[in-house]
Each structure stands twice: as structure tokens, then as C-alpha cells.
């Protein structure tokens, strides 16, 4: 499955990202932080790609909304990692770098729809 929006194919970059780098958090987090990241993470192309599947124009922006929760959740959860020392600051960089586009296409987004 896959979709037609830019934003949908870079929060899937993102979620990709999440999956291989939490690989390396310890395994007393696999059902804690690392379970959470991941689902916090592969939220957000899931609410984009459902919402885009709704019949109303109204729905899809709820959705993207919810992405957009799941997106801070995530890049909390980045966060927590980075100073638990299970990410390194250039691991990091490059996943909050990817937040911060998917949250700022997620804004445009819902704008133009809305208008």
C-alpha cells in the first residue's frame, strides 16, 4: 500500500528510520520504549493514509490531526532515547530532521484543506 502524498511517503521514511535505529536500543526496553516509538511512529503514515481514505474532507483533517500527536509522541520518545544514551546525537538529528518536515508538511496540509 502505498500513497500519493508527499507527507505520507516521508513519515513512512520516518517510521522506516524508527524501526532500524530502535534495533539497538537494549532489550529490557523491547516492551517498553522501544514498542512505544515504533507504534507511536508507524501512527502516522497510518492515520494519513486512512484519513486520505475517508469520504469526507473533514475526516481526513481530523486524522491528520491525530497524526500530528503521534508525530510529537514520537519525537518525545526520540528524545527520552537520545538521553538515555540509546541514540546517538547524529542518530538523532537525522530522525528529529525528518519530524520536523513531516510536521511542517502535516500543517500545510490540513491548512489547504481547510481553506
Not at 49 to 59: M, N, P, S, T
Not at 61 to 74: N, V
Not at 76 to 99: I, N, P, T
Request: aromatic share 12%; glycine share 2%; proline share 2%.
Amino acid at each position: 500500500m502505498e500513497s500519493n502524498l508527499e507527507v505520507w511517503k516521508i513519515a513512512h521514511q520516518l517510521t522506516l528510520a524508527v524501526y532500524r535505529t530502535s534495533q539497538n536500543f537494549p532489550k529490557s526496553e523491547q516492551f517498553a520504549l522501544t514498542s512505544q516509538v515504533r507504534r507511536s511512529a508507524s501512527s502516522v503514515p497510518t492515520n494519513i493514509i486512512e484519513g486520505q481514505a475517508r469520504q469526507y474532507k473533514k475526516e481526513f483533517i481530523q486524522f491528520l490531526y491525530i497524526s500530528k500527536g503521534s508525530l510529537e509522541e514520537t519525537n518525545y520518545h526520540l528524545f527520552l532515547a537520545k538521553e538515555l544514551g540509546y541514540l546517538s546525537e547524529s542518530e538523532y538529528d537525522v530522525l528529529f530532521e525528518l519530524c520536523k518536515r513531516v510536521k511542517m508538511m502535516l500543517y500545510k496540509l490540513i491548512k489547504s484543506l481547510a481553506a
